[in-house]
């Protein structure tokens, strides 16, 4: 019923930037709280940022000052603008969302996950 649709992973190089951005289509009645996860290999999926409809913002501490998470909320999207990459950031990033949907119901949904490579 819902689906998100990730994109703006890549290579970067240290201090590099990316951004990257998720959209969810479907049988949305409100999207609740929206963030980004992350998972490197060989680690356990970690909240890197999420972001309410009210837009109260929650940052694990190792991005704090260096990503920005927001949210359109006439377009369904969250972004995630990342600054100052560093190689420890490498990891598939994950989009995730808080949905209600029209025929009533509370289901979180996930995205299909995008690569970010920090790497000299």
């Known amino acids: 019923q819902v689906q998100l649709v990730e994109s703006g992973g890549g290579l970067v190089q240290p201090g590099g930037s990316l951004r990257l951005s998720c959209a969810a289509s479907?049988?949305?009645?409100?999207?609740?709280?929206m963030g980004w996860y992350r998972q490197a290999p060989g680690k356990q999926r970690e909240l890197v940022a999420t972001?309410?409809?009210?837009?109260?913002?929650n940052y694990v501490d190792s991005v704090k000052g260096r990503f920005t998470i927001s949210r359109d909320n006439a377009k369904n999207t969250v972004y995630l603008q990342m600054n100052s990459l560093k190689p420890e950031d490498t990891a598939v990033y994950y989009c995730?969302?808080?949905?209600?949907?029209?025929?009533?119901?509370?289901?979180?949904?996930w995205g299909q996950g995008t690569q970010v490579t920090v790497s000299s």
């Open positions: 995730n969302a808080h949905v209600r949907m029209v025929l009533g119901g509370r289901n979180d949904y």
């Open positions: 972001i309410t409809s009210d837009g109260i913002l």
């Open positions: 479907g049988s949305i009645s409100r999207i609740y709280t």
